[in-house]
């Protein structure tokens, strides 16, 4: 599976910005999705997951209630919308595949990652 990520940018503290991370190669319905952070000189952080299906999402407690996984398979295309944001939200985002039916929130469970778009958050 080869991930395309995009949508990352410049926004002002509680704006909105919407990631969309693009799939290739394989039918993304038979992989949970997942959204990773990170920024330099930390590990990478879970951030979202949704089930192949969409049904199921689950998010880290800093983002609960701002920020939104969903996934539209006939699109093979995974999204991430982000409001609210914050400062401590600025990091480089990662999309991630998971061949399966478990969400993980760890980053060693997925199997494809793309390459990773930048969001900014000035405050």
């Known amino acids: 599976v080869q991930l395309q990520a995009s949508g990352g940018g410049l926004v002002q503290a509680g704006g909105s910005l919407r990631l969309s991370c693009a799939a290739s190669g394989r039918t993304l319905s038979n992989y949970v999705m997942g959204w990773f952070r990170q920024v330099p000189g930390k590990e990478r952080e879970f951030v979202a997951a949704i089930s192949r299906s969409g049904d199921s999402t689950y998010y880290v407690d800093s983002v609960k209630g701002r920020f939104t996984i969903s996934r539209d398979n006939s699109k093979n295309t995974v999204y991430l919308q982000m409001d609210s944001l914050k400062p401590e939200d600025m990091a480089v985002y990662y999309c991630?595949?998971?061949?399966?039916?478990?969400?993980?929130?760890?980053?060693?469970?997925?199997?494809?990652w793309g390459q990773g778009t930048q969001v900014t958050v000035s405050s």
């Open positions: 991630a595949a998971k061949y399966g039916t478990v969400i993980h929130s760890t980053s060693r469970s997925y199997d494809y």
